[in-house]
């Protein structure tokens, strides 16, 4: 992807996989016990995973935030990078206090697939059709793909590497160097999209 408009017709692309997969997978979900205000998968999730593309369009929300949110962000992101660098599942940094997401509209396709048929507990984990799942496994690819000269990895791992000059300078010019990443990437379980479209 190369300059703004290969940028934006990258988020409609990524629209486009969102509202497919929402279609696609509608008649599954009826009876979902998911409202605004359950925050079960916020809290206990695994990993949030995006692509760098979904970083970017997150990024720029963020930039458009009061500074002082941005400054409380920026500490909670940072803490949340380090709490999972020692293996610890700590809540989304975009949850709020009364448990709704702060970036909502914009959510990464991580965030979308996840629903429960069940109101959830740590007992009792979320409940999902298979065929939802597997459907999501294909729509993750085709995000991969959309972002071939990008990455894939937990939310506050790529927001971190956007905030690396070298880094942004070098995917927004539609340039490919996994070499900038390698250390950090390796440690982080972050993969490379290209490797995987290939």
């Given amino acids: 992807m190369t300059g703004k408009l290969s940028i934006k017709a990258g988020f409609r692309a990524v629209d486009e996989v969102y509202s497919s997969f929402e279609e696609e997978v509608r008649g599954f979900r009826t009876g979902q016990a998911c409202k605004s205000g359950c925050a079960f998968c ?39 990078v380090r709490h999972r660098e020692k293996n610890l599942v700590v809540p989304c940094p ?28 740590k007992e009792n984990p979320p409940r999902v059709n298979r065929k939802v799942m597997d459907k999501g496994e294909e729509e993750i690819k085709r995000l991969q793909e959309i972002d071939s000269t990008g990455y894939l990895g937990h939310i506050s791992y790529i927001l971190h590497m956007l905030d690396a000059p070298g880094f942004l300078d070098t995917y927004m010019g539609g340039g490919f160097d996994p070499g900038k990443i390698v250390v950090f990437g390796k440690s982080h379980n972050i993969v490379i999209n290209q490797k995987m479209t290939l």
């Avoid at 997150?58 to 949110?69: A, E, P």
Wanted: glycine share 4%.
């Fill in 94 to 121: 975009f949850l709020m206090k009364n448990n709704v997401c702060m970036i909502y509209e914009i959510r990464p396709f991580s965030c979308r697939r996840i629903y429960s048929l069940h109101t959830c507990t």
């Fill in 42 to 80: 916020c809290s206990h999730a695994g990993s949030i995973d995006v692509t760098t593309l979904e970083g970017l369009r997150i990024r720029g929300l963020i930039q458009k935030f009061s500074r002082s949110r941005q400054k409380s962000l920026e500490k909670s992101l940072f803490r949340e």
